[in-house]
């Protein structure tokens, strides 16, 4: 074999783990031929089997020479295995020496590692290579193959860990095990890391290699009890370092510092689990400060809408309903959001909780989910009951105002005809009236009665009002009725005034016989043509209310057929001015001078003319008033059909999204984070729909505002859009919320794709009425098709799991996290405290200067603010006790 076969193949020999060996660089393999690379490896490896056969009270002088017989060679695997080997031969002949050494190669061979052209007889014959690769085949075994470091091995594990120790140092920039160590502070600093008492990093210089270099070893040599395996010469005075050499000397050191190590391992899995600790704190006082802000604005707004004081006008009313409508405007959508929120973010603090181990979190007392969904469900049933009192209100305020006016009007009529009536029936003017005078006064008086008569009803009617307004709660009721009592009282006096003259006149009128006929019968024919045009014109004045086309249209046929009435009532006017006539044509043809009064009524062919023209004139403004009110009514049905067109389409839409959604959340086809993209598309389709809900609101307020409180064409009412639109949002966010919690669950517990599919599909098998919930039958199906043998001890168990809340169903959410939970790899409450333990040096207790030496700033502070003082004899003022600690940040008891 010539000296380069034998490179080669030396170069080549290697180990399972250890493959990265077949791929060394070719300037590598020529190396192997440089006699400064023989050297350092001579010199490194010579003391690195030194520092191990010392433990056995010996050690070789020259590496090719010392092993030759196989006895020291396996005296040293006996102390670096801590392994007995089979007896070695005594003999000292040549195949005593092959057999020695092959002893020692074989039980090289049963630890796993191949040995390729490395056989007994080279290392008898002192072949200085093979040697050389054959401890380099140990060391890789027993001094380097263990090293691990975040699931790196070997070489990498080695230089990862090298890496993390010097990278806060200046000048210091490991990436390999030759150049990346020339100057010396690679070296100081893995030795100030550690140690800093033993080196002042502060003081080294980047351009004295050899002095740095020299420190390191002589510092190692003097504390660490690592021999000098290098020269500083040939470190420095070597274009590239042997990697081998570097990499045994610089692996002592991390056998060296492996305590610390395991310090630093704890000290991080505490870091993490007090990180964890703390988000989940943070989550829960957002969680209570959320819940106690939106428990106190519903304590605010629930008096505000149980107050139930009406207001006496109809603009105060109406005030109160446009703060209502602001109130759901405004107000209530960001609070719909905020209780979505609390929702999901309770919802996320408890699967986060559940993935690390901890215990649920209950929130205080008052606060849980269920007591803010109950206060939310009161708010709304309060709510419903005060618009319903609000409009019910406005409309019996409408009707006041109306019966208000109407009363004023007959009221005013009514004290217009009274007025003077008591003094004229007061008067004593038939004591000495003549015969015809007398007969005038009593003709007068029976026309008198006749119109008394025909006021009766408009008394009776003003009597009807003011009751009514009593009966609505009028809110000048006081008024009202001082009035009408003055009305009534002064209408019986007129009653037993007229009933006094009236027997005063039957007592004289039996002395005198003549009457003037024409003017008794005029008297007595325009006084109820007269009452009858006080009341058409009554009538024509009258206010109305109507809230329907039909409505008016009565009101309109109604009029009609009472200017059907007039040419009747004409010829009633006429045949009344005829008999004027008649008494005119008699006074003419007899001469008889008129005094131009008639004695039997106040009433004149002048005032007949007059209230007739009235009549006449008063008819066309009310064809105008009821033409004006069909087109508001016709306005108002465009409303009404304008908001039906859109909540026909947009009811529908929100029951379609909802039906969407639910095949979404149920649908196994693709992952969950298709399922998440496609469900954060339906979001944005739902709040690009946001318009809609925002233009049917501005049409509703216009038909408020038009008084509008009916609509035929349409069973979907603004509160029904307004319950599904917050429904539909709360559903959307709510099944986003439980995909990214199946994420959260499916990455934590490192279930894949497929068995997450697997789990969907049996869920959704049973899911029976496809609500993303089960029955406990139709679980205890699921779990027995997936294979569990259930009794019924066992299954009230799971029952306990899936169920916390007995609610009577399994959500998926549950059935994932028990389906997930056995083969969970969680921190424990017993690893925290092991971790602890280290970081403390066995004691059971730790002091504050070993927190804050071992953790960060942040959680150091942490866990001495949480906590308590160590009680028990032996420790220090200030120790704290970590093992309660540990057992309280999982919620178990520390005894």
Not at 174 to 179: D, P
Not at 186 to 213: E, F, T, V
Not at 696 to 722: A, C, P, W
Request: with cysteine; aromatic share 8%; charged share 30%.
């Amino acid at each position: 074999m010539t000296a380069i076969e034998t490179q080669v193949q030396y170069g080549s020999y290697m180990t399972s783990e250890q493959v990265y060996m077949t791929q060394e660089d070719d300037w590598d393999r020529d190396l192997l031929l440089d006699p400064a690379w023989e050297k350092q490896q001579r010199k490194t490896f010579t003391a690195w089997c030194n520092s191990h056969l010392r433990k056995a009270g010996t050690q070789i002088e020259n590496i090719e020479e010392d092993f030759r017989n196989g006895l020291k060679l396996m005296l040293l695997l006996e102390v670096i295995s801590g392994e007995r080997l089979p007896k070695p031969d005594k003999g000292k002949m040549r195949f005593h020496k092959i057999a020695n050494v092959n002893k020692a190669l074989d039980f090289i061979c049963s630890k796993g590692v191949k040995l390729v052209s490395i056989g007994a007889e080279e290392i008898v014959d002192g072949n200085v290579k093979m040697t050389l690769g054959m401890i380099w085949t140990i060391i890789l075994r027993f001094a380097i193959q263990d090293i691990s470091v975040e699931e790196t091995s070997a070489k990498e594990g080695l230089l990862l860990w090298c890496q993390r120790k010097t990278a806060p140092y200046r000048n210091v920039n490991v990436q390999n095990f030759h150049i990346s160590w020339k100057d010396g502070l690679a070296l100081c600093a893995l030795i100030h890391r550690h140690r800093p008492d033993l080196i002042d990093y502060s003081k080294l210089r980047k351009d004295d290699p050899m002095g740095n270099l020299n420190t390191a070893f002589e510092v190692a040599e003097k504390y660490l009890d690592i021999p000098k395996m290098l020269d500083a010469e040939d470190i420095v005075n070597t274009p590239k370092p042997d990697e081998k050499a570097i990499m045994t000397y610089v692996s002592c050191f991390y056998h060296a510092f492996a305590g610390a190590e395991q310090a630093e391992t704890a000290a991080n899995r505490i870091c993490k689990v007090l990180a964890v600790n703390q988000e989940n704190e943070k989550l829960m006082e957002e969680y209570e400060k959320l819940a106690s802000e939106l428990l106190e604005w519903i304590r605010r707004t629930i008096p505000w809408l149980e107050n139930r004081v009406a207001e006496q006008t109809m603009r105060a009313m109406q005030q109160k309903l446009e703060d209502f409508r602001d109130y759901r405007r405004v107000h209530k959508p960001p609070k719909v959001q905020e209780k979505c929120q609390l929702e999901i973010n309770f919802n996320t603090l408890q699967t986060k909780l559940r993935l690390s181990n901890r215990p649920a979190f209950m929130p205080s007392e008052g606060k849980m989910v269920s007591d803010i969904a109950n206060a939310w469900k009161g708010l709304e049933q309060v709510e419903k009951g005060y618009e319903e009192w609000l409009l019910t209100e406005i409309r019996r305020l409408e009707r006041l105002d109306h019966l208000a006016e109407k009363f004023k009007q007959k009221c005013s009529l009514h004290e217009s005809w009274t007025s003077g009536k008591v003094e004229l029936l007061s008067m004593k003017d038939y004591e000495s009236a003549s015969l015809m005078e007398i007969r005038a006064l009593m003709r007068k008086h029976e026309a008198f009665e006749s119109d008394l008569a025909a006021h009766q009803d408009r008394v009776e009617q003003i009597a009807a009002i003011a009751q009514e307004l009593n009966e609505l709660d009028y809110h000048d009721a006081v008024t009202i009725n001082t009035r009408c009592q003055g009305i009534c009282d002064q209408w019986d006096n007129l009653g037993t005034l007229t009933q006094k003259r009236r027997d005063s006149l039957e007592r004289v009128e039996k002395l005198w016989e003549t009457i003037d006929q024409l003017y008794l019968e005029f008297a007595k024919r325009a006084a109820p043509f007269n009452n009858w045009m006080d009341g058409a014109m009554e009538d024509l004045q009258d206010m109305f209310i109507v809230h329907s086309i039909e409505e008016i249209q009565s009101l309109i046929t109604a009029h009609d057929q009472f200017k059907a009435t007039l040419p009747e009532a004409d010829k009633e006017r006429v045949a009344t001015m005829g008999i004027q006539n008649e008494i005119v044509k008699i006074a003419q043809t007899y001469g008889i001078k008129l005094s131009g009064v008639n004695p039997y009524t106040n009433l004149s062919p002048q005032d007949i003319t007059d209230k007739w023209d009235a009549v006449k004139h008063l008819v066309p403004l009310r064809d105008q008033m009821l033409q004006e009110e069909v087109a508001r009514q016709q306005s108002n049905e465009r409303l009404r059909r304008q908001f039906a067109a859109q909540a026909n389409i947009i009811g529908p839409w929100i029951q379609t999204k909802m039906e969407e959604i639910s095949h979404v959340s149920v649908d196994i086809a693709g992952s969950l984070e298709e399922q998440m993209s496609n469900l954060k598309q339906y979001e944005q389709n739902i709040i690009n729909y946001k318009c809609n809900i925002d233009k049917l609101e501005g049409d509703h307020q216009l038909s408020q505002e038009s008084l509008i409180f009916d609509n035929k064409h349409t069973n979907y009412t603004m509160e029904h859009v307004r319950v599904g639109w917050e429904q539909l949002l709360t559903t959307i966010a709510r099944t986003i919320n439980e995909v990214e919690n199946q994420i959260l669950t499916r990455d934590a517990k490192g279930i894949s794709q497929e068995q997450l599919n697997e789990f969907r599909a049996s869920f959704n098998h049973f899911d029976r009425k496809r609500n993303g919930m089960m029955d406990p039958d139709d679980f205890r199906a699921c779990l027995i098709s997936m294979g569990y043998d259930l009794g019924e001890v066992e299954f009230a168990r799971i029952m306990t799991l899936v169920d916390s809340n007995n609610t009577g169903v399994v959500t998926f959410q549950a059935f994932i996290d028990f389906m997930t939970r056995e083969t969970a790899e969680t921190d424990t409450a017993d690893q925290v405290m092991a971790s602890f333990k280290i970081l403390a040096s066995d004691k059971t207790y730790i002091t504050v200067e070993e927190l804050r030496r071992e953790l960060p700033p942040e959680q150091a502070d942490y866990c001495i603010s949480r906590m308590t003082s160590y009680i028990g004899s032996g420790a220090p003022p200030g120790a704290l006790d970590y093992i309660s600690f540990s057992s309280a940040l999982y919620g178990e008891s520390d005894l």
